[in-house]
């Protein structure tokens, strides 16, 4: 029997190999899984060596004062690799962890091939890694077509699949009425999937939706949380005695509370192209520590963090990082849009525009299963 060992990073890469694996079941429903992730693979009955919260740390000094934990996990992940003895290691994003665990299985068993779903955003920082890659990666599955300029140029094969995000997927019908009041109006809120975000990020999130209740009582809040940190949200909120709030991690609710949302307001990152793909207006947001911010500064060379901005290289999506990343200039910004609707229906019209352009032409998930397939039988 083919075998195949996963290696994610965090939920949100979690989620994404399970679009790919799920298609690739119904190729071939006689492959042996193992893998490093979440909820999302297991639903699909493929048993995490360890919890995904092990290795889930945001920022250059989160990464560091965890360096030693870290390093262990990758030991752990290398070795249990080597006693699977998988025909494919399919590591998906999170490249710090997944890919020095390649890098390292590659030297020890060169016989296994090496697949890396969604490539580091070299055009963002780093362009030089990009020649370390092909010592260790056999195949590099790209998200967005204007990456494979950076692959080709040091003959990496690549793929051009795009992104599993934006996948219509059907999802089941679930009756929202006891949760939904239908008086009032669904913002949906995005602090994060990792802890160490949301911790941040859930203060000013708290007080910008008690700025919201001074002046309005027809919003209702919706927090899209994931398994890993529902219950710290949920205790935040109450904290706050935030009644108009509410936290769901179910997926299918979440997807049909973001559909029947006005409005959303999202942390940097990939969900802002399921915001952008379900029509719904939004901004930005994003905060680290100092350290980190200086040097992200000083490493990266692109002018916005989210991704709709950078393809565009101009503000489509507004975007309130660091300093402007606070309770204030989120409520001033969401009340602006909410009563500027001619603006926010530009918004959801150049963000159709762009995701039409980063689309692959079938199925993301479909054509990055096929290529794991092929190499199982090449």
């Known amino acids: 029997m ?13 989620k994404l190999a399970s679009t790919v694996i799920s298609k690739l079941i119904e190729i071939n429903p006689d492959i ?9 693979l297991n639903s699909l009955g493929i048993k995490s060596i360890f919890d995904l919260k092990d290795i889930t740390y945001l920022g250059f000094t989160s990464v560091l004062l965890n360096i030693f934990k870290i390093r262990n996990r990758i030991n752990k992940t290398v070795d249990e690799i080597i006693k699977f003895n998988p025909d494919i290691l399919f590591s998906v994003d999170s490249p710090d962890f997944t890919l020095r665990v390649a890098d ?3 030297k020890i068993n060169n016989n ?11 055009w963002i920082w780093r362009e030089g890694r990009v020649k370390k890659f092909k010592k260790y990666i056999d195949h590099i599955l790209l998200l967005f077509n204007f990456e494979k300029k950076y692959f080709d140029k040091e003959k990496i094969l690549n793929t051009f699949v795009g992104h599993p ?27 994060g999937s990792r802890n160490s975000e949301t911790n941040i990020l859930l203060p000013i999130l708290c007080d910008f939706i008690k700025l919201m209740n001074k002046r309005f009582n027809d919003y209702s809040f919706f927090f899209h ?29 979440k997807s049909q509370i973001l559909s029947s949302s006005v409005f959303a307001v999202a942390k940097s990152g990939t969900v802002s192209l399921e915001i952008c793909n379900a029509n719904i207006p939004s901004i930005i947001i994003y905060k680290v520590n100092m350290i980190n911010f200086w040097i992200m500064k000083f490493l990266v060379n692109v002018k916005f963090a989210n991704i709709i901005n950078i393809i565009n290289n101009k503000e489509v999506i507004p975007e309130l990082l660091q300093a402007e990343c606070n309770a204030k200039e989120i409520y001033n910004s969401v009340v602006y849009l909410l009563k500027n609707p001619d603006i926010m229906k530009k918004q ?5 525009k762009t995701i039409n352009t980063i689309k692959s032409k079938t199925s993301s998930s479909s054509e990055a299963s096929s290529i794991l397939a092929k190499y199982l039988i090449s």
């Open 2 to 14: 083919k075998k195949i060992f996963i290696v994610t990073g965090e939920p949100s890469g979690d």
């Open 32 to 40: 042996q899984y193992s893998c490093v992730g979440g909820k999302h």
């Open 104 to 106: 390292r299985v590659k």
């Open 112 to 122: 296994i091939k090496t697949i890396h779903y969604v490539a580091p955003q070299v």
């Open 165 to 191: 995000l934006l996948e219509q997927n059907m999802r089941s019908k679930i009756d929202l009425s006891p949760v939904i009041n239908k008086d009032h109006k669904i913002i949906s809120i995005f602090a």
């Open 225 to 253: 949380a994931t398994d890993e940190n529902r219950e710290l949200i949920v205790n935040f909120t109450k904290i706050n005695n935030l009644s108009n709030s509410q936290v769901i991690s179910d997926e299918d609710i």
């Open 348 to 352: 959801i019209e150049d963000c159709k």
